[in-house]
T-cell receptor
Framework: NAGVTQTPKFQVLKTGQSMTLQCAQD?????MSWYRQDPGMGLRLIHY???????DQGEVPNGYNVSRSTTEDFPLRLLSAAPSQTSVYFCASSYHRGVETQYFGPGTRLLVL | AQSVTQLDSHVSVSEGTPVLLRCNYSSSYSPSLFWYVQHPNKGLQLLLKYTSAATLVKGINGFEAEFKKSETSFHLTKPSAHMSDAAEYFC?????????????FGTGTSLTVIP
């Protein structure tokens, strides 16, 4: 199993540009989520999905969109990038909603100029 | 509401001495608690988890944590620090209520190990 994979590893954007961060898992996990990590703030939940076709907002959803057309993939879209979205983004998955252990991808480092 | 407080943002220990990383939580329900470790420029790796079984939980790499409900604490310990333990450590709480599908992260503790 590849586990949770994320692409790209690093990206530089200009303010106003859009892009999609890719996340895929091959463990047949129902639950997937996106976090951003900023210095001194831990990880904060952006969006999550409890299954294909079902998504919901987390703590910091503004400026981001998600969709879940398949069990495996959970892309995160930045509609119009802002410098405040400079961060490290982590995708995670777990077998089921609830209190299962989450497995994290390696992260995408995003710089918005 | 759930929250996690990691009491120290930075901890520095000498190699071979004990490690103590402190975590307090608040939860409306019976929580599950986790410790994750993040090495520089890496993703997060699960160290250990507590899910209402034994209150003393053993994890990987010699780490363990004790769940103390009366103190709402879940401190992480290791008897003897190794250089490879230098990393960022996150305490995480997940409850069993309606929002059980969400994890709540502490702000992290950076562990430095001095040779």
């Amino acid at each position: 199993n590849a586990g949770v994979t994320q692409t790209p590893k690093f990206q530089v954007l200009k303010t106003g540009q859009s892009m999609t961060l890719q996340c895929a898992q091959d463990m047949n996990h129902e639950y997937m989520s996106w976090y951003r990590q900023d210095p001194g703030m831990g990880l904060r939940l952006i969006h999550y999905s409890v299954g294909a076709g079902i998504t919901d907002q987390g703590e910091v959803p503004n400026g981001y969109n998600v969709s879940r057309s398949t069990t495996e993939d959970f892309p995160l879209r930045l509609l119009s990038a802002a410098p405040s979205q400079t961060s490290v983004y982590f995708c995670a998955s777990s077998y089921h909603r609830g209190v299962e252990t989450q497995y994290f991808g390696p992260g995408t480092r995003l710089l918005v100029l | 509401a759930q929250s996690v407080t990691q009491l120290d943002s930075h901890v520095s220990v000498s190699e071979g001495t004990p490690v103590l990383l402190r975590c307090n939580y608040s939860s409306s329900y019976s929580p599950s608690l986790f410790w994750y470790v993040q090495h520089p420029n890496k993703g997060l790796q699960l160290l250990l988890k507590y899910t209402s079984a034994a209150t003393l939980v053993k994890g990987i790499n010699g780490f363990e944590a004790e769940f103390k409900k009366s103190e709402t604490s879940f401190h992480l310990t290791k008897p003897s620090a190794h250089m490879s333990d230098a990393a960022e450590y996150f305490c995480v709480v997940s409850d069993r209520g309606n929002t059980g599908n969400q994890f709540y992260f502490g702000t992290g503790t950076s562990l430095t190990v001095i040779p």
